[in-house]
């Protein structure tokens, strides 16, 4: 197998498991498993690989795919012909997305019983007939996605997505073009082929302007009106943020979710909480977009000693842990393109932070306006830019800065009674006490 070209190794868009992105610590392959969910020996063969065939650091993204990093030209071939053999992703051709659809690793099934904590509908298989209908669309971009939320107790609201589908009753789903529009209701056995429609039509109308029209958001609204047609329907309500770890009841059955701090993990760890699952009889586990992992199939007992077992290693396991608030790419040095030490500085900052993270505050630290680990917009925003911080209050990376200031003063004046502090008090972006 041939070492990728320099064109296929170009920054900006979404690495594989065949192109990988080349980065500060070597290339970054990312890792789709088939249906996006592993067992825990995949999950310990994973690691072994990592601590192989790359720097044995392993990542979760905002979008709960898997990035192993520090892999090199040399090793890159003979990690891929074993992932492939041993069916641990599943790779297309095509420069579209390898994944489609992102739906809760909680996602359970309507039980029969009618319980509470079901979904509406079977968001998994409807997430899995998106994904084969979508294969068919020529010309989507990279980064498009599709949210499938159940309407259960796991809201993905907070994410961000081309299209939005939410179930509003069961076996009804509405569907929203760039969270702007709203279309429906259709049933639930109809809702593939219309979203399958839409990307259809997406595409076709950037087919005209590739370059200039790369996610739905960037369409006029009259555009994005006429690439459905349903009915225009109401949004419908917020519901309440979900837990993002900790011990979850699914039906007959419990879910262990485990999150990485900031969304990293080495392989020994990860091996030592495969290995757990294992031994517990762990059926299987999903990738988590609150970039963490969900072990499902479990008792309420083994959830528990899941937790235990990774709470000792570090790792996330309660919702009020401030880490869980706190968005951070790689940083310098690990990325070419950073310009500050984004990871590093993310966990003093989530310290200092860590009453307000945990009163609902949410922080982004970015190398640079790249912004890969959160493009939407958050309570505070910092880009890194020659070293220091650009500090953006209620938005994003693109978005105009109040300072820019190196670590030691935003510490500083971060902390309650500080003028940073205040200002996004001022800006209601605190929620708890502000002195």
Not at 356 to 377: F, I, Q, W, Y
Request: charged share 20%; net charge neutral.
């Amino acid at each position: 197998m041939n070492a990728p070209s320099p064109e296929a190794l170009r920054r900006g868009w979404c690495p594989s498991t065949l192109k990988p992105m080349e980065t500060g610590d070597g290339w970054l392959v990312r890792l789709h498993p088939p249906g996006s969910r592993l067992t825990p020996a995949q999950l310990r063969r994973i690691a072994a690989l990592a601590a192989r065939h790359g720097n044995g650091l392993i990542e979760i993204s905002a979008r709960g795919n898997m990035q192993l990093r520090g892999v090199t030209a040399q090793s890159h071939p003979e990690l891929v012909a074993t992932l492939l053999a041993e069916r641990l992703v599943d790779e297309h051709e095509g420069d579209g997305p390898q994944r489609l659809t992102l739906v809760s690793p909680l996602a359970c099934p309507p039980h029969p019983s009618g319980a509470s904590r079901s979904d509406l509908i079977d968001a998994l298989a409807l997430a899995a007939a998106i994904e084969a209908r979508g294969r068919e669309v020529a010309g989507l971009p990279a980064k498009f996605a599709v949210i499938v939320d159940g309407g259960g107790a796991s809201s993905l609201d907070a994410l961000a997505g081309d299209i939005r589908m939410v179930a509003t009753a069961p076996g009804r789903v509405v569907i929203a073009l760039a969270d702007r529009l709203w279309f429906g209701p259709v049933a639930e056995g109809e809702a593939a082929a219309a979203v399958a429609q839409t990307m259809a039509g997406f595409a076709a109308r950037r087919a005209q302007a590739p370059d200039a029209l790369r996610r739905m958001g960037e369409f006029a609204t009259a555009e994005l009106s006429a690439l459905c047609d349903l009915p225009v329907a109401e949004a419908p309500p917020q519901r309440p943020a979900p837990r993002r770890a900790g011990l979850f009841a699914l039906g007959d059955s419990c879910a262990a979710l485990v999150g990485l701090p900031f969304g990293r993990v080495e392989a020994a760890a990860l091996d030592r909480l495969a290995r757990a699952a294992e031994t517990l009889g762990c059926p299987e586990i999903r990738l988590s977009p609150w970039r963490g992992l969900a072990f499902r199939g479990l008792s309420e007992a083994d959830a528990t000693t899941l937790l235990e077992s990774a709470a000792a290693d570090g790792l996330i396991t309660r919702d009020d842990d401030p880490r869980l608030s706190v968005q951070a790419c790689a940083g310098a040095p690990a990325c070419s393109r950073a310009e500050a030490p984004a990871m590093a500085d993310a966990a003093q900052l989530a310290q200092v932070l860590a009453p307000d993270l945990a009163e609902g505050l949410t922080l982004h630290v970015s190398g640079c306006v790249k912004s890969c680990a959160r493009p939407a917009a958050s309570d505070l925003t910092l880009v890194g830019e020659g070293g220091r911080y650009r500090v953006v209050i209620g938005g994003g990376a693109r978005d105009g800065a109040l300072a820019t200031l190196d670590l030691s003063a935003l510490l500083t004046r971060l902390q309650p009674g500080q003028d940073l502090h205040a200002r996004l008090s001022a800006a209601g972006r605190l929620s708890g006490p502000t002195k």
